[in-house]
């Protein structure tokens, strides 16, 4: 069985601090990691995936196999990045995403 | 290319009655996902179909629910009877040989009162 844990649905963090959204994953094979971000009113879109080892509006996140997670980082959190994040998992035919975690930037 | 169109875009309904939501995946995509979005249980993948065919539905909560994929580029998700516990943002997303990125409609907002 694949899964994705979020630990938080809500992270409230102060514009200009710094960001962690935390993703573990539990799959038996070698797993695609994915985030989705949703910002109001609008559709899930791709922000970024692991293969690509790119970042996307100043976000990174690196897969760490030994502890099976995938967080999603900023060093300096913007206002405009208050959305709902979701961490998901390509793995035997289907993708798995978290429940989301909500982030709020206080300005 | 328009994206992936859902409609409607919001459905408020009575426990009891039947619902159907509708879905356009991007065309030339050949898997298509119906997800349910909640509060509580996230994002949750309901069923998805590779080439018109269901490949796995184990997520459908109950009898209740069907879905149909009658040809390339249009899908449906029944709920019959509807009930209030249905209530949920159900999303739609295709991709190409169930390869990500998934491209997500709007969502469908239904309220079941």
């Known amino acids: 069985a694949q899964r994705v844990t979020q630990p938080e649905k809500l992270l409230s963090v102060f514009k200009g601090a710094p960001v962690e959204l935390k993703c573990n994953y539990s799959?038996?094979?070698?797993?695609?990691l994915f985030w989705y971000v949703q910002y109001s009113r609008q559709r899930l879109q791709l922000l970024l995936r692991?293969?690509s080892r790119e970042s996307i509006k100043g976000f990174t996140a690196d897969l760490n196999k030994g502890e099976t997670s995938f967080h999603l980082k900023k060093p300096f959190a913007q206002e405009e990045d208050s959305a709902m994040y979701y961490c998901?998992?390509?793995?035997?035919?289907?993708?798995?995403f978290g429940i989301g975690t909500k982030l709020q930037v206080i300005p | 290319d328009a994206g992936v169109i859902q409609s409607p875009r919001h459905e408020v309904t009575e426990m009891g009655q039947e619902v159907t939501l509708r879905c356009k995946p991007i065309?030339?995509?050949?898997?298509l996902f119906w997800y349910r979005q909640t509060m509580m249980r996230g994002l949750e993948l309901l069923i998805y179909?590779?080439?018109?065919?269901?490949?796995?539905d184990s997520g459908m909560p109950e009898d209740r629910f069907s879905a149909k994929m009658p040809n390339a580029s249009f899908s449906t998700l029944k709920i019959q009877p509807s009930e209030p516990r249905d209530s949920a943002v159900y999303f739609c997303?295709?991709?190409?040989?169930?390869?990500?990125?998934?491209?997500f409609g709007n969502g469908t907002r239904l309220t079941v009162t």
């Open positions: 799959y038996s094979g070698s797993p695609e």
């Open positions: 997303a295709s991709a190409i040989d169930r390869v990500p990125p998934l491209h």
């Open positions: 065309s030339g995509h050949n898997s």
């Open positions: 179909f590779n080439n018109n065919v269901p490949i796995d």
């Open positions: 998901a998992l390509r793995g035997y035919q289907k993708v798995t």
């Open positions: 692991h293969i």
